[in-house]
């Protein structure tokens, strides 16, 4: 059985490694997934400490509440879909178990929302529910050529076989995937949403100068919040799959505004901004969706130029002007 273990908030790297090491203790193959989650295969270690899947996530709870501080939530099933879909179908901070049986996956799957599957986004959704297909056991029960005709071929194979509870992808240990993350903190509570948009323009041009640099993209880019409250402050986190892996600034430009529009944070007083590029991979394996016209090509050049620039003269010699003076 696989277990994925969301561990609340997002963690800084080496607290993040420090709970990776504790699942280590249960398991070798622990797979991580920086900033807030995990999934571990747990199908050999049961025998080893005498105890069931949901009696080992027990287990990592108590020992993450203990040395950690944190109430983990454990979602289990017999692969890491329906893992990680029992994680997120409820409150936090329980253990929910998704049975290797078809009935039992076909209960647990009705009614569950297309958002919630892998893959599917706001406009995914709003295509699926044009048609009427917003549920898991909708889009499993519909025929395979309907979902392909709506989404493509590919697309339509996938999200179908996710709704059923197909998964065939495997756990696999290693270390973190290492993240590029960049912050900036104002000078006393911002409260002026134009000031933190220019804030966010100049975190991707930080995020975009790095992978760009070396030679890295990312699929994944996280926005974290810290804003006051009544309390004294607080934080929230959201994160967006990319359409594609980028490294391009004004993908991760109009990602992180929207990210940060969707908040809804429009009289905060927000004390700091802060951006994670997960997810990384190799700029020079990775695919580029191919555009029509010439605008996309001309800002790429003059990107590379200003990159050249400021590899030349500095980080601060090219930059939008609604950043001036920012660190």
Known sequence: MILYLHFGDPQPDPAYRRLLDMVGEFTPVAQALPPDAALADVSGSTRYFDRDAAGLAALIRMRAAALHGLDVTVGIGPNPLLARLAAHRGEPGAIRTVPDDPEAITRFLAGLPASALPGVGPATARTLASYGLRTADRIAATPLLTLQRILGVATGRELRDRAAGVDPSRVTAGAPPRTVDAEHRFGQDESDAARRRAALTHLTEQLGARLRDERQTCRVLTLTVQYADRTGSASITRSRTLPEATAHTPRLRATAHALHGALGLQRARVRS???????????????????????????????????????????????????????
Do not use: C, H, N, Y
């Open 273 to 327: 901004l802060a951006l994670r590029a997960g997810d990384l991979g190799d700029a020079a394996s990775a695919s580029r969706q191919l555009t029509f016209g010439p605008d996309d090509d001309r800002a790429r050049r003059i990107e590379a130029a200003a990159d050249r620039a400021r590899a030349r003269f500095g980080a601060g010699a090219v930059r939008p002007a609604s950043t001036a003076g920012m660190r």
